[in-house]
């Protein structure tokens, strides 16, 4: 029994001492455990007194974990802030959105309002173009009643004009008056019926005074050339009277006629006058109302675009702020495990040196020994 306890102990120590080897083994392979080990072996060589050494590798943990202790606080506090200068950016891009739906509803609420002053602006443009078009038509009528009044109204007094003189040429050739002439069979000498005549001729054709004054002129003509006596002269006499009677009551009736024409194209006019009157201001007050709402429609596109800059520069600025914020983290993460590891280390070797402190400086000893450098 003595045997086995001795052979489990042994089997028992050297395991330790090839856990003790592992573990040293370990360390060396960091750069903070070949430096703490370093230190220590160098310490024990100058017999600095193992707590002193214990109690500054303790200090170092200690510090480890205050640190990381401070660190864990900054960083929740710069998280936190993060997220707070995150959310005011998302308000911010989200208040900027709403005021874009906004002005965008404000814009097609524009465009639609103008289109339908266009629409009413064409209609009323277009009325008023037919009404000039209208009163250009009435115009030319107009113009054209005017010259043939006037074309009459010369005919007509060179008619009565010349009746006039036919019955004046007897008094001129026969120097006495043909009322007092006795008898209707009193010879007349020929060239006062070819006076009389070449006066009748000279009418020529009138447009004016219609076909059966042209045919009774004609007939005048006819006796002019044939006759002989007072009777025929008589004759003509009358009919230039009557025909002068005639054609001044079918002048006067004509007159009033071209004045009646007269007052109502001045009225037509006046009316018409006042319907372009009420056009205009109407198209003046639509143009007016059109170009106002353009001028809105452009200052709410300013205002759009300008949105549209301030969103892309908020966008910017918070992709910029996020990926700073998990840089920070990740940052914060790697550190956070290195000075963990370290920490392990740490505590690794202030576990070695209060439990396997001969063992550590046996072993520590045999490797230099060995002409291992540590």
Known sequence: MKVIFTLFLSLLIAQCDKSLNSKIESLLQTQLGHTLLSTAQLALQTNTPLDRIIDTLQDLEDKYQKDQKEE?????????????????LNDEIDAINRLKVKIQGAIDQLKASIESKKKILNEKDALRKNLRKGMNEVDVIREYQEKVYELKRGEVGKIIKTLEEVKLVYASK?????LELQTDK????????????????????????????????DFMIQMSKNGNNIGVLRNIIDLSESLIRQIDEIWQVERKAEEERVR????????????FKIYDKEIGELEAQLQALKDRLAEN??????????????????????????QAAYDYTQRRTSRQEDRNIVSEVVGLLNVNMRDLKETLAQKMAAGDRI
Request: proline fraction near 2%; glycine fraction near 2%.
């Open 264 to 275: 109502w194209y001045s009225e037509y006019q006046k009316f018409m006058n006042t319907d």
């Open 174 to 178: 026969l120097r006495t008056n043909f």
């Open 72 to 88: 864990d606080l900054e960083n929740r506090e710069f998280q936190s802030k993060c997220d707070q200068d995150l959310s005011n």
């Open 186 to 217: 009193t010879t007349v000498q020929p060239e006062v019926f070819a006076e009389v005549t070449k006066q009748l001729v000279s009418f020529g054709k009138f447009k004016s005074i219609g076909k059966p004054f042209q045919d009774i002129i």
């Open 301 to 326: 596109q300013r205002k759009l675009e300008d949105l549209n800059i301030r969103l892309e520069s908020k966008e910017y600025t918070k992709d910029d702020r996020r990926n700073e914020c998990q």
